[in-house]
């Protein structure tokens, strides 16, 4: 049964400090998306990816947080240096660029910003 | 201050009845939409789709319902389980363009189920 895996699924921090979340993506899949979901908000989209490459960023303060994806197996989401309003879940999602278009959600990694 | 929380939209019904969800979209050229339940503490969880060719879509105890007249999509939940409870949220998407295999997500509608 393929899944999304996130790592952590919690982290508690102080402010100033360096975050880094991981995502394996489902094998085969060459979306690769970060959700922000907040009580305030709900479901924001952060950036995604296609075949690796960084398609769409807007969504994501760019002073602070970075995206990357090294290889094929492995997603990054990282804030330095992070702040209280950063405290959120964040998920990731992977899926097909060319359809079907259904995203697989991971099980997402709270964020607790003190 | 007194934080405020997103507002969901609560539908509350007896196990056994059927729910309606409904979900009014924003953008009419969208080529298809997609339901997704999230129960608490979990990630979204794909439930059924449906292309804009199309105005009914069924599944197991699920059917989706897209009118693209007034640009609005339902799910409908046969004789609902307490394990159904949960947020569920439509999403839509365009299969060309810059956008092509992104989602855009409504705020989501809360489904209680009482026992």
């Known amino acids: 049964d393929a899944r999304v895996t996130q790592t952590p699924r919690h982290k508690v921090t102080e402010m100033g400090q360096e975050v880094t979340m991981r995502c394996q993506p489902i094998l085969g899949h060459n979306t690769v998306f970060w959700y922000r979901q907040t009580m305030m908000q709900g479901l924001e989209l952060l950036a995604y990816f296609r075949n690796r490459a960084p398609l769409d960023d807007s969504g994501m303060p760019k002073d602070r947080f970075s995206a990357e994806m090294p290889d094929a197996t492995l997603a990054t989401l990282k804030i330095q240096p992070s702040e209280p309003r950063d405290s959120a879940v964040y998920f990731c999602?992977?899926?097909?660029?060319?359809?079907?278009?259904?995203?697989?959600f991971g099980p997402g990694t709270r964020l607790t910003v003190t | 201050g007194e934080s405020v929380g997103l507002h969901l939209p609560t539908l509350s019904v007896q196990e056994g009845d059927n729910s309606i969800i409904n979900c009014a979209y924003s953008n009419s050229a969208s080529d298809y939409f997609i339901w997704y339940k999230q129960e608490s503490g979990k990630g979204p969880q794909f439930i059924i789709d449906?292309?804009?060719?199309?105005d009914k879509r069924q599944g197991q105890r699920v059917t989706v319902l897209l009118n693209k007249t007034v640009k609005h999509l339902s799910l409908q939940i046969a004789a609902t389980q307490p394990g159904d409870s949960a947020v569920y949220f439509c999403a839509e998407g365009m299969n060309y363009g810059g956008s092509q295999g992104n989602l855009i997500f409504g705020k989501g509608t809360k489904l209680s189920v009482k026992p």
């Open positions: 449906i292309r804009s060719n199309m």
């Open positions: 999602a992977s899926g097909y660029w060319d359809g079907p278009y259904e995203q697989y």
